[in-house]
């Protein structure tokens, strides 16, 4: 129960942030406060965007638009790496977020035989990417690196601070959060399979690997924000 509304939480409200910021954007510099008027706009311009979605051709565009990220991004046959990363990745977080809110029982049968087979090539390709892509997600180190990862310009726009923070750094935050949430799953995956700990320990690695689940989720939403979809655009 806790798990289920705590995980439910933030990532709604990581969600209405990001999406929040992504208005502002539309919106000119004196507009840019927090006031009910911006609340019923938002909430508006939220709703014309979601019901977007209830068209196939959306859908289509949005798939477009990913691909096409990819192939700009990785070059030559390293993008079925990243798009290998994007689908078992995908598998995972539905199948896992599903059957922890849904179904009281949790993972289990050929959802779950899948959840494994698609964590084993979680596995591979974000080693294969991390190897690929980790000088890029260094922005304290400048040169080309940082150049790439900057991307279009635009900050990430705070409206309690009221200005623009730097947004290479949530795109450098999101990338390394998202890695070590990866090797904390895979770590406790390797740790509840194997026949050395006791009750306990198996109960802490299901926990851990619960929660690094979690915050994967949360850092690939951020991810998805602040690197591939472009400033200014809504998705």
């Known amino acids: 129960m806790l798990f289920g509304i705590g995980s439910f ?8 942030r990001l999406t929040f910021g992504r208005y502002l ?4 510099e004196d507009q840019k406060k927090l006031s009910a008027e ?6 508006n311009w939220l709703g014309g965007w979601g019901r977007s979605y209830l068209k ?4 289509d565009k949005s798939l477009d638009y990913f691909i096409s990220w990819g192939q700009k991004s990785y070059r030559g046959w390293t993008v079925w790496i ?6 078992s990745y995908l598998y995972l977080s539905l199948s896992g977020i599903f059957f922890a809110w849904f179904v009281s029982r949790g993972l289990f049968g050929f959802p779950l035989l899948l959840h494994v087979a698609c964590g084993g090539l979680f596995a591979i390709s974000l080693m294969a990417v991390l190897f690929l892509r980790a000088r890029i997600y260094l922005p304290l180190s400048g040169g080309e690196g940082s150049k ?8 990430f726009y705070c409206l309690a601070l009221n200005r623009y923070l730097p947004r290479i750094y949530f ?3 999101s990338f390394w959060l998202f890695v070590l949430a990866g090797f904390f799953l895979i770590l406790s995956t390797l740790g509840s399979m194997l026949p050395y700990f006791n009750f306990p320990a198996q109960i802490l690695f299901f926990n851990l690997h619960r929660w690094s689940a979690v915050i994967s989720i949360l850092a690939a939403i951020l991810a998805l924000d602040v690197i591939i979809i472009k400033p200014g655009q809504a998705g």
């Open 25 to 28: 954007n539309h919106l000119k």
């Open 56 to 59: 196939l051709s959306r859908w």
């Open 171 to 173: 795109q450098a935050a």
């Open 82 to 87: 990243f798009y290998a990363l994007a689908l």
């Open 9 to 16: 939480l933030l990532i709604v409200v990581l969600g209405l």
């Open 38 to 43: 911006t609340l019923q706009g938002y909430f």
């Open 148 to 155: 790439k990862m900057s991307g279009e310009g635009g900050g």
